[in-house]
Structures are given as structure tokens and as C-alpha cells.
């Protein structure tokens, strides 16, 4: 059998290594080993010319000597049995049992114990992880059909891969000192911003620029190596869901920041609680599952559980929020003082929680009422604000160009169908609409396992029935619009950038109801007037018949069939009858339709 040359570099030293495609995995190893000079329990880690790691198998892939795989020595006398030859449960338990005799002893918690605390997590993520299994020297056997695209969505992992994360991580460290063009820090500001154009490093850049022109890494003093690192934490706790992602992390925190520029709120409101709306805009749907709010309560999950299912999921992620600010490389709270510390925490903790759609109506009713004596001055009046801004921001896909918000119904709707799609599994009772019926934005999910275990579709939730235009129609209407009116009330400046767009959007796709209501109309009449059609040709041939019994000859007259109707059809339905069918531009049509079917009779 033929040998493979595979070429690699260690510690920037050319290597080539050569084993037949039937070697045994551990052979192949061996050889890798060898050449790095690394000891029987040294863990070996292989990276192709992208970056990614590759598993060191008889499967690796031939290459060239221009494009040398990368093998590093990781680690060094670490067995796996060393890795895992302890418990992490009864190493955090005693952990915890330190940080409480510290508190007890200075009052405080040092910055070293949270430091420990984040390695010890994440050590068992690494653990948990198979990634990094691999890098342990585990064979792996990628197969066609074996990714986990392929797997069924409940399956697949939501967590980004290690790989993932370097990648990103890598990127945004050579481009986070980039000078963005003015160009872009304008366009940066308005809701026609397409993020679908930005990877996800840059993205992490634009956050980065927002906060560098609203000015408060100078105003409330955050450190820019603090706010990158909080950024890219922020990004590593999205998960891969088809809606509740960091691309939409990304969308809702543009859009509060142009709403900040285009109502001049620092003016209005202050740096302070501009910064605490805009925080709380990319905190608001950390580590989000992927399942509503109604789900976790049906399913009794951990979360609902924790909240006793008072919005759990709204809880946890600004819980989460406020775990990354613990770390003190990511705390861009540190520096405000206790006081303004109090005051920034409360308000991420009262904005995140008011995306909670279930609050909506009580929310805006709220807003509505001091719309008329609104007062800057008052503390109550400025929170219904900033809670009705990030509910803006939070739903605020249609005030976007048609190109950009049209994908992330998709995305919205796919989300959805997954969610109906696990609770029929599981056994769970159809999630509901929070609010308005009309509406389909959160719960409009759901058929696929109903139509697989032979129950009755639930109302908005089929994937075949459910159109873009029906399911926007009733939630810009009923939710989107009112809400956005409310806040153009008090900001007018808002109006032509993010009102006048969802009216159009509106009116986009009322029309497309109604051009589809029409065609289902034009459909149901021609399959009406087909069955009319049918039915006469029918009793025409069982007249003729009977005829030919009765000795008459074929060309007598024939009654029409409206002659001979016991008085059950209407006056129209006689001359439709008569007329053949009501469409057709031929006066003859029906007399042709017969004709033809008297001849094949024949």
C-alpha cells in the first residue's frame, strides 16, 4: 500500500512525517511524537493552515510543503487519568467554602478568588468539551453524515467551539485598534445598518466603537482593554440559535445606539443611563436557549425552577451578565464608584427584564400614561423610558430596510418550529401567545410534531401555513406599531428613521395578504366552478341515456339543467349553470365541454 508524506512544523522547525494509510491510529501518533521529541504522556495538538485542528489519524490528509500542518506539544507529563483524576464538584465545593471564610474575614471578596472560580469553570467546560478530548489524543472518526449539522436540532450543540472562539478571538485582536472611517461611523448610527454584511470580529469592533463615541470609555473611565474583553466574553456567551444569537445581540444594541444619537438622549437622559440602556441592549438575551419563556415553565427546567417561572430566561441572562462583569479583566462596571455601581446595576437589571413580551402591554400602558406630564426630572418617568427604548431596540427589525429584516423572520420562524417541534416530543402543551393573538412574533411556532403524532395544528404554528406576510401583518399592527408611536411621541425626531418605516412595512405587507387572500379566492372559485362544470355534465349524459330508453331521438331538446332543478338553486346559480362557467370567455364553453364528453361516451 502507498505511503503518506505529511509535512508539519514544530516550534517553527520543518518536519515531514511517512506511515502507510493502514497504520493504526496510536502508530501514527507515535510518529508525530517522535519527530516533537515529546514523552509517552506529552499531549500533541495538530492545526491545518486555516487554524482549525485536525485529528493526528491514518485518515490525515496529504498535503504540500508549502502548506505545513502546525503540531504543538501542549502540555507535558499529563496523562488523561491525571486529568481526570479528581473530583471538580468537591473542588469547587471547597473553593466555596473559602470565598465565604474570606468574605466572613474582610468583608469582600479578593479579585484572586475570582480568578480561581473562572479557571475552575473553565477547566470543566474544557473537560466537557470534545474538542478537547481530541487534543488528549482520543481518535475520532469524522465520517460523511456524522457532523453535527446533521443531527436533529435538539441534539446539536449550542455552545461555540473552542475553534469558533479562537478564530474570532484571533481577528479581533489584529483589527481592534482599526480606525473606522467616518463613512461607517455614520452609517453605524441608522436603522438602514445591514449587519449582515460585518463578520463576527467586526461586529465585536463596531460595539467597541459605539462605546468610543459616546465617549464613555473617557466619561464613566472603562478601560479599553476592560471593554474588549467583556465584548468578546459577551460573544463567546451567545449561542448558536437561530434567532437569539450575537448577530442579534449585535442588531439590538446598533439600533438602541441609534436611537441614542438620533434623539439626542445623552442630552435628555445623561451618559449614565445611556450606558446602562446600551450595556443592557447586548447583555439582554445571553446564553439564550433557544426555547421561550413558555417552554422552560412547561418543561420545568432548571431556569424556571431557579425563578420560580417568573421570566426565567430574562433573569438568567442578565445573571449572566452580571457573572462576566465578576471577572475583573471584564468588569467595565469597576470604575464607577459605589453609587453609580448601584445605580447602573438596578437599571441593566430592570431593562433586561422588560423584554419580557409578557410584560408587554403592562409596560406600554405604563409609558402611555405619562406620556401627557412627562417629566425628565422624575426617576419613575426616565425608567419607563429607558424600559420602552430597549423594547424598541429588542423588536425593531422591520424599521430596517426590507433586504435586512426579511432573513430574520426566517430565523425568527425556524427558532420557533424547533421549539413546537421539542414540546411535542417531550409531551409539553402547546406554548401560547403572550399577548395579542394576532400577533405570531414569540409563539408562532409550532407543527412539526403535531403532524407526526397525528394531533390537531395549533392556530399561527403551522411551517406550511404560517406566510411571512400574515405573521408580520398582526404583530407590526397590533404590537410593533403602537409601541413605536408611543416612544415618536415623546421623541419626534424618531419618526421619519424608525416609524415611517414600520408603517411601510405595514402597508408591504397588508398588500401581500390581500393579493394572497385574492389568489386563494380566484383558486376556490375555479375549483367551485369546476365542480359545477362536472355536475352538469353529468346529468347531461344521464339525460341523453335516458332518451335513447324512451325511444326519443338524440338531438331532442334537452331541458337545462336550472328547468329541471327542484327549486334548491338560486336565480344565480341557474344562470351559472346554464352558462357554463362565469370565467370563461367562450359562450360555448359548456356546450364544448359536453360535446367532447359525449363523444367519448360513445
Not at 501514527?28 to 485542528?53: M, P, S
Not at 417561572?309 to 449572566?320: F, G, K, M, T, W
Not at 469597576?334 to 403592562?362: Q, S, V
Request: charged fraction near 25%; hydrophobic fraction near 35%.
Amino acid at each position: 500500500m502507498a505511503t503518506k508524506v505529511i509535512y508539519f512544523t514544530i516550534a517553527g522547525r520543518p518536519e515531514q512525517a511517512e506511515f502507510r494509510s493502514d497504520f493504526p491510529a496510536d502508530d501514527v501518533k507515535d510518529v508525530f511524537r517522535a519527530a516533537a521529541e515529546a514523552r509517552q504522556h506529552d499531549i500533541l495538538k495538530l492545526y491545518n493552515t486555516r487554524g482549525n485542528i485536525v485529528n493526528i489519524c491514518p485518515k490525515l490528509e496529504e498535503n504540500t510543503p508549502d502548506k505545513p500542518y502546525k503540531l504543538e506539544v501542549v502540555a507535558a507529563q499529563c496523562s488523561l487519568a491525571e486529568q481526570l483524576g479528581f473530583d471538580v464538584n468537591e473542588m469547587e465545593s471547597r473553593l466555596e467554602m473559602l470565598e465565604k471564610k474570606v468574605m466572613v474575614d474582610s468583608g469582600e471578596t479578593p479579585s484572586v478568588v475570582y480568578e480561581l472560580r473562572n479557571k475552575v469553570e473553565d477547566f470543566r467546560q474544557k473537560l466537557e468539551s470534545v474538542e478537547h478530548l481530541s487534543w488528549l489524543g482520543l481518535f475520532k472518526d469524522f465520517a460523511v453524515g456524522s457532523q453535527s449539522s446533521n443531527l436533529p436540532f435538539y441534539k446539536r450543540k449550542l455552545k461555540k467551539t473552542d475553534v469558533e472562539q479562537r478564530r474570532v478571538l484571533e481577528k479581533f485582536n489584529k483589527i481592534k485598534s482599526v480606525q473606522l472611517t467616518d463613512d461607517v461611523r455614520e452609517f453605524l448610527r441608522l436603522p438602514t445598518f445591514d449587519n449582515w454584511q460585518w463578520e463576527d470580529a467586526e461586529m465585536l469592533l463596531l460595539l467597541q466603537q459605539m462605546f468610543i463615541d459616546l465617549e464613555f470609555t473617557t466619561r464613566l473611565n472603562i478601560e479599553l482593554s476592560v471593554l474588549q474583553n467583556f465584548l468578546f466574553e459577551v460573544f463567546r456567551h451567545y449561542n448558536n440559535v437561530p434567532f437569539h444569537n450575537f448577530k442579534h445581540c449585535f442588531c439590538v444594541a446598533q439600533m438602541m445606539y441609534g436611537i441614542i444619537w438620533l434623539a439626542d438622549m445623552q442630552e435628555l437622559l445623561g451618559d449614565l443611563e445611556c450606558f446602562i440602556m446600551l450595556v443592557s441592549a447586548i447583555c439582554h438575551d445571553l446564553d439564550h436557549p433557544g426555547y421561550n419563556n413558555s417552554y422552560q415553565v412547561n418543561a420545568k427546567t432548571e431556569l424556571a425552577l431557579r425563578y420560580n417561572d417568573i421570566s426565567p430566561l430574562e433573569n438568567h441572562h442578565c445573571s449572566v451578565a452580571f457573572q462576566l462583569m465578576e471577572k475583573p479583566h471584564c468588569n467595565i462596571l469597576k470604575n464607577l464608584g459605589p453609587e453609580k455601581y448601584k445605580k447602573a446595576r438596578e437599571g441593566m437589571i430592570f431593562c433586561i427584564l422588560a423584554t419580557d413580551m409578557a410584560k408587554h402591554n403592562e409596560i406600554l400602558n405604563q409609558f402611555k400614561s405619562l406620556l401627557p406630564n412627562f417629566d425628565y426630572s422624575n426617576s419613575d418617568h426616565v425608567n419607563q423610558l429607558m424600559k420602552v427604548s430597549i423594547k424598541v431596540a429588542d423588536i425593531s427589525n422591520e424599521a430596517r430596510p426590507m433586504d435586512v429584516s426579511e432573513p430574520w423572520i426566517d430565523c425568527l420562524l425556524q427558532e420557533f418550529f424547533n421549539q413546537r417541534s421539542l414540546e411535542q416530543l417531550e409531551g409539553l402543551p402547546s406554548s401560547t401567545p403572550p399577548y395579542t393573538p394576532s400577533s405570531t412574533h414569540l409563539d408562532v411556532t409550532k407543527s412539526d410534531m403535531e403532524k407526526l403524532e397525528g394531533l390537531p395544528i395549533s392556530p399561527f404554528m403551522d411551517r406550511e401555513k404560517v406566510s411571512k406576510s400574515s405573521s408580520q401583518t398582526g404583530f407590526i399592527q397590533f404590537v410593533l406599531l403602537p409601541l413605536f408611536e408611543s416612544l415618536g411621541q415623546l421623541l419626534p425626531k424618531l419618526e421619519p428613521h424608525i416609524i415611517m418605516p414600520v408603517r411601510k412595512a405595514l402597508e408591504y405587507y397588508s398588500d401581500m395578504t390581500k393579493a394572497m387572500e385574492e389568489e386563494k379566492r380566484r383558486k376556490e372559485e375555479q375549483k367551485q366552478n369546476s365542480k359545477e362544470e362536472l355536475k352538469n355534465i353529468t346529468k347531461e349524459n344521464g339525460t341523453l341515456s335516458l332518451q335513447k330508453q324512451n325511444g326519443q331521438p338524440p338531438n331532442t331538446r334537452v331541458p337545462s339543467p336550472g328547468a329541471i332543478s327542484t327549486g334548491s338553486n338560486s336565480a344565480k346559480e341557474r344562470k351559472i349553470l346554464k352558462s357554463g362557467n362565469p370565467h370563461s370567455n367562450n359562450p360555448h364553453s359548456n356546450q364544448s365541454i359536453v360535446g367532447k364528453t359525449n363523444i367519448k361516451a360513445k
